[in-house]
């Protein structure tokens, strides 16, 4: 069987100068990464719900809005390193920048070389088992591919919903609360009223087909935990 191809990581780019933002997707495209290309905050927006990409690089002047409260928008919904990219390079824009949720700050101009370096830094830091894999027959979920196999089955999930799967997984019969998951999975900087993690987690029972058959179920304990169970054990899944 050939060996599955690693997948790329997505770089959403939110730059509402057209000639710089395309630069930096040519650049980026090279160097092996999926690039999707917006101007606004609400192209943006759109872009995290549908692609959820594993990093932004993010503007602070666009025209429909500003950087900062897009990424205090974003930080709840995807746990995607947010760099900005911005001609504001005073301590205190990149102090504001850092407290409304971004992992890292570049000053324009700046190297590309430099760009792609932080953003693999960003990327190795990603929640994700350091073995890239986890296996709990009948389970199996490759974070390398972002395959997700179940009782022979395989099952399509977005990049969000793979993250909240393994973490759960990698914690299968403790779980997490919500303000956990949001901290761990969505990186959240602290807890916020929300019911992203409840559609999520809605969600990916559906898609993993979590009836009384399955090998799992994903339950909500009485003390408001997350908590994945393996009801079945069966060595040869």
């Keep these: 069987m050939p060996k599955e191809s690693p997948r790329a990581p997505v770089i959403l780019v939110v730059e509402d100068e057209e000639t710089l933002r395309s630069a930096v997707a040519r650049h980026l495209t090279h160097q092996g990464f999926a690039v999707i290309e917006v101007g606004t905050v609400q192209g943006a927006l759109a872009a995290v719900w549908e692609r959820q990409p594993d990093v932004v690089l993010l503007d602070v002047l666009l025209p429909d809005g500003s950087g900062y409260e897009l990424c205090a ?6 746990s995607a390193a947010i760099i900005y990219l911005t001609a504001l390079g005073q ?22 070389d430099v760009l792609t370096a ?39 999930l977005t990049r969000m919903e793979l993250q909240l799967l393994g973490f759960l997984a990698s914690n299968v019969g403790v779980g997490a609360t919500q303000d956990e998951l949001l901290t761990a999975v969505w ?6 009223p929300t019911n992203t993690v409840r559609q999520t987690v809605s969600t990916l029972r559906r898609k993993l087909g979590l009836d009384e058959a ?12 997350y908590v994945l169970r393996q009801v079945r054990f069966d060595p040869a899944g």
């Design 214 to 225: 399955s090998a799992f179920e994903l339950a909500s304990t009485p003390d408001k935990r």
């Design 118 to 156: 932080r953003i693999q830094a960003q990327l190795r830091r990603a929640v994700a088992p350091r073995t890239g894999r986890i296996d709990l027959p009948p389970l199996h979920l490759d974070f390398v591919t972002g395959r997700v196999i179940l009782e022979g089955r395989e099952v399509v």
């Design 91 to 112: 301590d205190r824009a990149v102090v504001r920048g850092l407290e409304a949720g971004g992992d890292d700050y570049i000053a324009k101009p700046f190297n590309f």
């Design 187 to 192: 990186r959240a900087k602290a807890p916020m």
């Design 73 to 78: 928008k974003l930080r709840p919904i995807t």
